[in-house]
């Protein structure tokens, strides 16, 4: 299945949810990450990510597709993530 | 056409690119709005913010489909954004 993960969460916890989301997606922009992914490494992202926020200040959005990939993304200015981009 | 439009743009033009995007879409979370929009309005919305984001600075992404909503979205913590929240 195809993911869209978007996070908002509190500075101190952006590199580990980074850190976590990259080990099963790729990193598109500053808080953004997509990529295709079983049920199962989904289930396992969730848990992982369950302990690192804080679901009363955090939030962390998956856009799940079980077919399609999109048509198109199209990113206006700056290219602010990407996978050549190593923190 | 379904969009979801995620931006990341400085903090004094945040107001403006929100205000502009929910002309257009559904606001869903800090920096992220989805909605069904036609290709013209599609076309209007990237022209207005044009004009308003610097180029060099912020970034927006645009993912859209052709024919399929998700097949799911389910946000872990709170839910920062929604439609009953009005600026």
Redesign the interface.
């Known amino acids: 299945?195809f993911v869209?993960m978007?996070y908002?969460?509190e500075v101190k916890r952006v590199n580990k949810v980074l850190k976590t989301g990259r080990k099963f997606l790729h990193w598109?922009?500053?808080?953004?990450l997509e990529g295709d992914i079983s049920p199962a490494k989904l289930e396992k992202l969730?848990t992982e990510?369950?302990h690192i926020?804080?679901?009363?200040?955090?939030?962390?959005?998956?856009?799940?597709?079980?077919?399609?990939r999109?048509?198109?993304?199209?990113?206006?200015?700056?290219?602010?993530g990407g996978e050549e981009c190593i923190l």
């Open positions: 299945m869209i978007v908002d969460v598109v922009q500053n808080s953004v969730r990510l369950k926020i804080n679901e009363e200040k955090d939030s962390v959005i998956f856009y799940t597709f079980r077919t399609t999109y048509s198109s993304r199209e990113i206006m200015g700056i290219q602010k």
